[in-house]
């Protein structure tokens, strides 16, 4: 919740970005991103959370 994890892929010069994002800014977030090269963008609900 506190910032997102950034892990290297296999390929040189791409990374995996995983981060909770507030619903309401959603669709925001997900059009910058593309914006921004972006590519396989997966969206997983979030059952639980436990702060």
Known sequence: ??????????????????SVVEENKFWEIIEKLKLNGAQGILVVPIEKMIL
């Open 1 to 18: 919740m506190k910032s997102p994890t950034i892990l290297p892929l296999a390929e040189k010069g791409w990374s995996s970005v995983h």
